[in-house]
């Protein structure tokens, strides 16, 4: 608890390994974020293709998209 104190009220320049531990929190933010919204990503993508499906087929058959 002690460090985390003297962390906060240090005011001296960011040393590279606080920059590294920055990038590190940030990384795994973002490793995160991907994990949880891959599922709604390879949902929208389904639907996608099955969009284009649907008009390439309504093309070929001589309908129009709507």
Same mark, same amino acid.
């Given at each position: 608890?002690?460090?985390?104190?003297?962390? !906060? %009220?240090?005011?001296?320049? =960011?040393?590279?390994? @606080?920059?590294?531990?920055? $990038?590190?929190?940030?990384? /795994? &933010? !973002? %490793?995160?974020?991907?994990? =949880?919204?891959?599922? @709604?990503?390879?949902?929208? $993508?389904?639907?996608?293709? /099955? &969009?284009?499906?649907?008009?390439?087929? =309504?093309?070929?058959?001589?309908?129009?998209?709507?």
């Amino acid at each position: 608890m002690s460090f985390i104190k003297n962390f !906060i %009220a240090d005011e001296s320049g =960011a040393s590279a390994a @606080e920059y590294a531990l920055i $990038l590190a929190i940030v990384g /795994a &933010a !973002i %490793a995160t974020a991907a994990v =949880a919204l891959s599922g @709604e990503v390879t949902e929208a $993508l389904v639907d996608a293709e /099955a &969009a284009l499906q649907t008009a390439d087929t =309504a093309r070929t058959a001589g309908v129009p998209a709507d």
